[in-house]
């Protein structure tokens, strides 16, 4: 069972040497194909991976958002089993393994969808989560809990059935939303959430004015996914 980890890098220069560090056990012990996407750095992210030869690089050449920077690590990505997480490591991307003693247990691994559940982090980044949560589960009447939590797991297969992902922040709301539509059995597992060491916090993480743009993008989202899923006849509830 070959597993591929895909990592998107946004102007993360600082945090590169520590990452792939992280990632030569991954690469080198455990035999996971690990792929950072340079998803459009202005800064020199693509000559600091080049430089370590047991990393594919994939190079996006402007950034036209979080998940489509994903989703082109994942085409380039040969593993049965294909994962994320971020490169600011908030998340040690060694927390993979954990994770993927699920799908080595699991009699179904194609119907599995394994994500992180982020412990150790502020209280005020906790209520945030809390409530955006809460907010998400009322709009699509079903549990939804610390969506953009990472790292995320699941069988290629999975990967395939995908039909026009978002390319933002929105991509794990998405895939939460599909796998619940079809019925795969959702497990959860508790990963130590860091303090960022270096670098800029993208999407809901760092500032107020981060968190209320992510509640906007999701807001918009849920909307138009609602919408999706009235024409296609189908219901989250």
């Not at 005020?124 to 907010?135: K, Y």
């Not at 597992?189 to 743009?213: D, M």
């Not at 609602?226 to 296609?232: A, R, S």
Request: with cysteine; glycine share 6%; net charge positive.
């Amino acid at each position: 069972m070959k597993v591929s980890l895909v990592i998107p890098c946004y102007n993360e220069t600082k945090n590169l040497p520590a990452l792939i560090a992280r990632c030569d056990e991954l690469v080198n012990k455990h035999y996971v194909e690990v792929i950072l996407v340079d998803n459009g750095s202005t800064d020199q992210s693509h000559v600091v991976i080049q430089k370590y030869p047991f990393i594919k690089l994939v190079r996006v050449k402007e950034n036209r958002g979080y998940g489509f920077g994903i989703i082109q690590g994942l085409k380039q990505a040969s593993g049965d089993i294909l994962a994320w997480t971020h490169a600011d490591l908030q998340t040690d991307p060694k927390d993979l393994m954990r994770g993927l003693l699920s799908f080595k247990s699991s009699k179904n691994p194609e119907k599995l969808f394994v994500k992180g559940n982020r412990t150790g982090r502020p209280i005020f980044d906790n209520i945030f989560t809390f409530g955006m949560s809460l907010f998400e589960t009322l709009l699509l009447r079903t549990l939804m809990w610390d969506i953009n939590a990472q790292p995320t797991i699941f069988h290629r297969s999975f990967f395939q059935t995908w039909l026009q992902p978002p390319k933002d922040f929105s991509l794990d709301l998405y895939l939460l939303i599909t796998a619940k539509l079809n019925n795969y059995k959702i497990l959860n597992y508790p990963v130590l959430f860091n303090k960022r060491i270096a670098g800029e916090a993208k999407g809901g993480g760092g500032s107020i004015l981060n968190k209320i743009n992510l509640i906007k993008r999701t807001l918009n989202y849920i909307f138009e996914l609602k919408e999706t899923l009235k024409k296609h006849g189908n219901n989250s509830s």
